[in-house]
Structure formats: structure tokens, C-alpha cells
């Protein structure tokens, strides 16, 4: 277990929906980020945090919508989500804070489909 | 815009062989190269990783060679074990964008 924890581990929903995904990190690490994996593409960041300020949005379509309430959890808000959406959403955490990329450390991820 | 290509996009070698796997990257401005390796149903984990300021690291039978002229980094693995199978994804780090770029992967099979 590396610490990373992911709830759901699977979620099933409607287009009209609205669901949050949580991630929570026992590492103590001050940075914390949401990735896309889908099928035959490649790994795509769509959010980081680091100590609890969200510092990057890769041009994320505002159907998701992040939360850090503090350093150890965070979410992935969910709404009106198309089928182009279903993917392994991963959570990852890692120690430093600010912009120097370092080990990320993920979590088992959730695999979600939008009907 | 960045990019990063990987090649092969799937590999298979006899077990006890080496593979070799390489990365292109397109930003010159990119500082930090991690590798990591995701086991089927698992998560991706960091297996190695190199910054612009070294050429060649190795640990055990994995190493990553950066030739930053050519804009390019490799994954070696030497005398591959059944546990190598796994997919294997490069990444770029471009610290002024506060961005990673992943390579596609690459499915790595070890024939017994």
C-alpha cells in the first residue's frame, strides 16, 4: 500500500449526474495532483495542487471541477460528464511543495463510466 | 506545443535479454525524466529518473541514458525477469510551464 487512497475504486453514471471522486494521502507529502488515463493514450495532469493552491489546470473542461480542502485530501468534483470521459482517474501524491517536479506517488485510481 | 514520443509501443523479449525502450521530448526547457512502470490492474510506479544535469543513472539492471543535444532518453533493462512485464511510460518535466508530459508507453513482454 503506498499511501494513496482513491474512493470510489469504480463509478458508473448517467450523463446528467453529479458524483466527487476523494483521494486521501498518508504521506505527509504538500503536493497532490489528478490524472487522466485512458485507453491507448497517453497519461494526461489535469490538476496540481501544491500545499492546498491549485497552480496548474492543463485546459481541463470546467465539467470537472477540483477541491483541496487541505493537504491530505483531495477531490474531483463530477458534473454533466459525456462518454468521452470514461477513464482510470488517478490521484497521486508527492513531497515537495512549489514547482519541482518530483516522485509522484499514486493511488489505485478510479475507473469510471459515463452512460 | 510539448511533446513526447515513445517507442516501441510494444516490446517482447526473450527472458534474460536486455530491452531497450526511448523517449523524444520537444522542449529543450524540459529538467526532470522519470520512468515508471504500471503492472496490469495496478498503479504506475517510479521505477528510475534522471535531470538534465546528468547523462547516465543506474540502478541494478535499469539505467536511462540522456543525450540532451539530441533531446532524447532511453530505458535499459538488462537481463529481463518474468516481473519486467508491465507497461512502461516516460515523461518530460518542463518546470517553467509546471507541467509533465507522458510518453504513450510501452507494453514490455519477457517470453520465458
Known amino acids: 500500500e503506498t499511501g494513496v487512497t482513491q474512493t470510489p475504486r469504480h463509478l458508473v453514471m448517467g450523463m446528467t449526474n453529479k458524483k466527487s471522486l476523494k483521494c486521501e494521502q498518508h504521506l505527509g507529502h504538500n503536493a497532490m495532483y489528478w490524472y487522466k488515463q485512458s485507453a491507448k493514450k497517453p497519461l494526461e495532469l489535469m490538476f496540481v495542487?501544491?500545499?492546498?493552491?491549485?497552480?496548474e489546470n492543463n485546459s481541463v473542461p470546467s465539467r470537472f471541477s477540483p477541491e483541496c480542502p487541505n493537504s491530505s485530501h483531495l477531490f474531483l468534483h463530477l458534473h454533466t460528464l459525456q462518454p468521452e470521459d470514461s477513464a482510470l482517474y488517478l490521484c497521486?501524491?508527492?513531497?515537495?511543495?512549489?514547482?519541482?517536479?518530483?516522485?509522484?506517488?499514486f493511488g489505485p485510481g478510479t475507473r469510471l463510466t459515463v452512460l | 506545443g510539448e511533446n513526447v514520443e515513445q517507442h516501441p509501443s510494444t516490446l517482447s523479449v526473450q527472458e534474460g535479454d536486455s530491452a531497450v525502450i526511448k523517449c523524444t521530448y520537444s522542449d529543450s526547457a524540459s529538467n526532470y525524466f522519470p520512468w515508471y512502470k504500471q503492472e496490469l490492474g495496478k498503479r504506475p510506479q517510479l521505477i528510475i529518473d534522471i535531470r538534465s544535469n546528468v547523462g547516465e543513472k543506474k540502478d541494478q539492471r535499469i539505467a536511462v541514458t540522456l543525450n540532451k543535444t539530441a533531446k532524447h532518453f532511453s530505458l535499459h533493462i538488462t537481463e529481463t525477469q518474468p516481473e519486467d512485464s508491465a507497461v512502461y511510460f516516460c515523461?518530460?518535466?518542463?518546470?517553467?510551464?509546471?507541467?509533465?508530459?507522458f510518453g504513450s508507453g510501452t507494453r514490455l513482454s519477457i517470453r520465458p
Open positions: 497521486a501524491s508527492s513531497p515537495l511543495p512549489g514547482l519541482n517536479y518530483n516522485e509522484q506517488f
Open positions: 515523461a518530460a518535466w518542463y518546470s517553467s510551464a509546471s507541467k509533465i508530459i
Open positions: 495542487y501544491s500545499l492546498e493552491e491549485r497552480v
